[in-house]
């Protein structure tokens, strides 16, 4: 995928918008080589989440949930931002107002240089003292206590900073991306399999809203058919594409 070919409708929406909200899955960072948890070959295609991503398995196995973060935050750490996460950095400069909303954990986005970035479910680079909230960096936790949490000077436990199924939003930043997408000109969904609410919410209200609706995901989504323009193809040949599209609109008329 070189060149889009963009609908004249398209084009000048893209044109003429100043206010675009990116929102991003575990698909954005699947060509960096992090499994995602849905679709082909996704994480959950082995196992349950139930078993590994809630409050409840850690309280149940500490040991077992600690070591599969230990594990993924090694892969997060060996890996690069991919074409992706760098057209999207990129198209930060073009618009007076962009803003990225990601659901990954894995700070790629700031990596290939997103700025103004909403992370709404936390981040894998760190961990955090179940007692008293007080945080470290993942990578030495993990280095000083490979198999099980470490426990802070306080006595509680670390964990991932990271939100669980079941867990609440980070309620500032759910609350910013909410107005983000209540009023923005154009919503660009990539890599998400639009079933992990409530961020998934985001969508419906974007399109309620009026925005032009871009989805990219190799794959159909509940939301496919609200798109606008759907991309269907892997987020590393496809943003690029797309940015190259908008930046060559002439958007200063
Ligand atoms: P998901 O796993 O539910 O869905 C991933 C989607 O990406 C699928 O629809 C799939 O078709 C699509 N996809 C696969 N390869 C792609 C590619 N090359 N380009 C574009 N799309 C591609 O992911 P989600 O919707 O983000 O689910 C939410 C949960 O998954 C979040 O809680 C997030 O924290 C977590 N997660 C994050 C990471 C990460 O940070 N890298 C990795 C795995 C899971």
Same mark, same amino acid.
Not at 84 to 92: G, K, N, Y
Not at 243 to 253: H, N, V
């Given at each position: 995928m ?6 004249r409708a ?8 100043s206010?675009v ?12 080589g ?9 994480l959950w295609?082995?196992?349950r989440p139930?078993?590994?991503a ?6 149940a196995?500490p040991a077992?949930v600690?070591r ?8 997060? #750490?060996? +890996?690069?931002?991919?074409p %992706?996460?760098? $057209? ?5 400069s @073009?618009f007076? &107002?962009?803003? !990225? ?20 479910h ?12 007080c945080?470290r960096?993942?990578?030495?936790a ?9 426990l802070?000077?306080c ?17 500032e #930043?759910? +609350?910013?991306?909410?107005? %983000?997408?209540? $009023? ?5 969904s @990539?890599?998400? &399999?639009?079933? !992990? ?10 399109h309620?809203?009026?925005?032009l ?6 794959e ?12 269907a193809?892997p987020?590393?040949?496809?943003l690029p594409?797309l ?11």
């Open positions: 070189e060149i889009l070919d963009l609908s398209v084009r000048e929406r893209l044109r003429t918008a206010r909200v990116v929102f991003s899955g575990a698909g954005v960072s699947r060509e960096s992090l499994n995602t948890f849905r679709g082909t070959g996704g295609e082995r196992m139930e078993e590994l809630t409050p409840e398995a850690f309280a196995d077992k600690w599969w973060y230990a594990w993924r935050h090694g892969a997060v #750490a060996a +890996a690069q931002p991919n %992706a996460h760098v $057209a999207i950095a990129r198209l930060e @073009v007076p &107002s962009y803003i !990225v909303v990601t659901q990954n954990v894995d700070g790629l986005h700031q990596r290939a240089g997103s700025r103004n970035l909403l992370e709404l936390g981040t894998l680079l760190r961990a955090v003292c179940e007692r008293c909230g945080s960096e993942m990578g030495e993990v280095a000083e206590s490979p198999e099980r949490p470490p802070c000077a006595g509680g436990r670390f964990r991932p900073a990271v939100v669980w199924f079941g867990e609440a939003l980070p309620e #930043a759910f +609350a910013r991306a909410h107005e %983000a997408s209540a $009023a923005c000109d154009v919503f660009l @990539v890599g998400t &399999s639009g079933t !992990v609410w409530p961020a998934a919410g985001l969508i419906e209200l974007a309620q809203g009026g925005a609706f871009i989805e990219v995901n190799p159909p989504t509940p939301f496919s058919r609200l798109a606008d323009l759907r991309l193809a987020a590393g040949e496809a594409a940015a190259a599209a908008i930046e060559a609109l002439d958007r200063g008329r």
